[in-house]
């Protein structure tokens, strides 16, 4: 039986990440991967590959819809061809998880292909196509999420489907219908809608992405349906049934009167839940909570000492680069260092287009929370470099504390933004005010000129071109 310093069960970017930093620290490390490929759901069914047909579906819209406007004639009818787009963004899922491989051999990481479940608090089974047990000092469970449902829903995987399946389908939907209006909705429901299909996003809720800051949620409704997405907000969806090729939904609307839609896909989009599926953690004496996490501390330690938990498997909101920060977090505990994570500065990023991003406070956890600040705003219709790419939708908002000028939140709506959130994530880690931002020097003509003029207009209402 093989043993090692540490094992970890799943290799997407919260396992993947840990077993390369547990390595770098000298310790004899293993990865466990039950498929054959590494990097989990969001190298393999998730990130990458949604974010490779986004922006396959940008270029095409571009290519119909704004091409000519830039002086650019393309004789001849522009056509999708998805089977193409589909083979490309495997391609790019194929390169990225190759990458991995490469990494895990550069770190001299030892890898082991299947299911792996506990035998006991240092054993791990691992079910392949050669069985065989191994040992740990330490253990990170890294296993990630899989799509949720609701209870009366019976996704077949043809017609009502997963975002799994809707980045593999074989022809554009007539007509998707798209039940949730989170960031896997939105991203999706904008590629096919940009291939032609009509696409219809029923979500519970009184608005859109409803963990995020409100005037972001706004902005994003207005500017989807100007793409003509159709929004039905405050339904509760209560029936899911197919017909053939057909997918009937049903749902109240806030009214409490029914309200049916046909469509030829149903995409169900309702969130994650943590995947603990055969791994045996009771074994282990690793408890759960009741919502199917993985209980942990602060240290992300289960209430097993040697087993610890990361990423989407616990507590807070189930991003990659939070699972990757845990990750090293954890490894670098186990060499005896004291990192540090603050949660309330990891990112949040919608892949849309125009991109929407946060970090910090959104204004109303600062009105329920008491706390004084002042807000400020500038548009991207007033940047010379939006007017030249002719992405002038969305603004970008700095809040805060009406006392120290400390900035407390930063949520951004806007080309690049994805890139942007990242200035505020750096003035925030080092307790910027908004008059720090505002006094340095930004590039002429760029998009992050916005957040100077944002800083500007929260510092002391002095934004300059607007």
């Known amino acids: 039986m093989q043993s090692f310093d540490v094992a970890i069960i799943g290799s997407g970017p919260g396992g993947y990440v840990a077993a390369i930093r547990c390595a770098q620290l000298g310790m004899k490390t293993a990865l466990i991967e039950k498929y054959n490929t590494l990097g989990g759901t969001c190298l393999n069914v998730g990130c990458i590959p949604s974010k490779s047909l986004l922006d396959s579906s940008h270029h095409y819209e571009d290519a119909v819809k704004h091409f000519e406007e830039h002086g650019i004639e393309i004789p001849g009818e522009v056509k999708v061809n998805l089977e193409k787009m589909i083979a490309r963004k495997a391609s790019v899922v194929e390169q990225t998880t190759k990458g991995i491989d490469f990494l895990m051999d550069k770190n001299k990481v030892t890898v082991f292909n299947g299911l792996g479940s506990f035998k006991d608090a240092t054993t791990v089974h691992i079910a392949g196509e050669k069985p065989e047990d191994i040992t740990a000092k330490n253990i990170i469970i890294a296993t990630g999420s899989k799509p949720a449902s609701l209870p009366f829903i019976n996704v077949d995987k043809e017609r009502i489907i997963t975002s799994t399946e809707a980045l593999e ?8 219908v798209i039940i949730g209006g989170g960031v896997i909705g939105l991203e999706l429901g904008q590629v096919y809608k940009r291939l032609g299909a009509e696409v219809s996003v029923i979500e519970y809720a009184d608005r859109i992405t409803p963990l995020m800051d409100s005037a972001l949620s706004r902005e994003l ?7 003509k997405i159709k929004f039905y907000l405050s339904h509760q969806v209560n029936k ?11 749902a109240l609307d806030k009214k409490g009167e029914e309200v049916r839609f046909e469509g030829d896909y149903c995409l169900v989009s309702v969130g994650r839940k943590p995947y603990t599926d055969g791994l045996n953690a009771e074994v282990a004496g690793v408890k759960m909570t009741d919502r199917g996490q993985i209980e942990v501390n602060g240290h992300l330690q289960t209430s097993s000492a040697n087993i610890y938990a990361i990423g989407d498997v616990v507590r807070g909101a189930m991003l990659a680069h939070k699972a990757e920060e845990e990750g090293v977090m954890v490894a670098e505990i186990l060499a005896g260092q004291k990192p540090h994570i603050d949660y309330n500065l990891i990112p949040n990023v919608i892949y849309t287009w125009p991109e929407v991003a946060a970090v910090g406070k959104t204004e109303e956890e600062l009105k329920s929370a008491g706390i004084n600040y002042k807000s400020g705003q500038f548009p991207m ?10 992405d002038t939708d969305g603004f970008i908002k700095i809040l805060a504390d009406a006392q120290t000028d400390e900035v407390l939140g930063v949520h951004m709506i806007g080309a690049r933004v994805a890139d942007l ?6 003035a925030m880690e ?17 998009y992050a000129e916005a957040v100077k003029e944002a800083a500007l207009a929260a510092s002391e209402n002095r934004a300059l071109h607007i």
């Open 221 to 227: 409704t207005k500017v989807m349906k100007k793409q």
């Open 169 to 176: 389908l074989k022809e554009i939907p007539k007509h998707l």
């Open 381 to 390: 219709r007033a940047l010379g470099r939006s007017r030249a790419s002719g």
């Open 421 to 426: 959130i990242a200035e505020a994530v750096v």
């Open 430 to 446: 080092f307790r910027a005010s908004a008059e720090d931002i505002a006094r340095m020097s930004h590039s002429h003509p760029t």
């Open 240 to 250: 899911v049934e197919r017909n053939g090729d057909t997918v009937i939904v049903t």
